[in-house]
């Protein structure tokens, strides 16, 4: 939430003044490695799904007709969409609109699941104590020739 809003301040500032509540900003306004979480787990999961359904909210405000076309091209609302779809699922039916947060057994494998916000193409790895995340390349295999003697 804390890049997607930085690039939609950058691009459309007053757009974002406009959509965006006050109280959304003690919840996104710094970046999650510089907040603190609830101790309380319930208190946790509360926020957790404060902050999804203020991403959801996001999204539908940056995908509807009335908003500047250039907003939906930009990378961080690309990581928000697919963060909102591997940590939540939404339930959009009128009267039973509910939002669900996924347990860690419930998110997809960290092999598929995004490392990062940063690159969207990052995976975790692991090999035996040894775990990390970058984008994944295949290099080709050097052809080394025989030369005849």
Same mark, same amino acid.
């Given at each position: ?24 900003? $003690?919840? +996104? ?14 208190? #946790?999961?509360?926020? !957790?799904?404060?902050?999804? !359904?203020?991403? /959801? ?26 963060? +909102? ?5 939404? +339930? ?16 997809? $494998?960290?092999?598929? #699941? ?22 994944? +390349?295949? /290099? ?5 020739? !025989?030369?005849?003697?």
């Amino acid at each position: 939430m804390h890049w997607a809003l930085n690039q939609l301040s950058d691009v459309e500032p007053t757009w974002v003044q406009q959509q965006v509540p006050p109280e959304w900003y $003690p919840r +996104c306004g710094l970046r999650s490695d510089q907040a603190r979480l609830p101790k309380e787990a319930s208190t #946790r999961e509360t926020l !957790a799904r404060q902050i999804g !359904a203020d991403g /959801f909210q996001h999204l539908e405000w940056v995908l509807a007709t009335d908003s500047p076309l250039g907003l939906r091209r930009l990378p961080a609302l690309e990581a928000l969409r697919q963060i +909102c779809l591997e940590q939540y699922d939404r +339930c959009t039916v009128p009267g039973l609109e509910a939002l669900h947060w996924h347990t860690r057994d419930e998110q997809p $494998p960290s092999a598929v #699941r995004m490392a990062s916000p940063d690159d969207l193409e990052a995976s975790y790895s692991s090999k035996r104590d040894t775990h990390w995340w970058a984008t994944s +390349c295949t /290099f080709p295999r050097p052809v080394i020739q !025989a030369s005849l003697i």
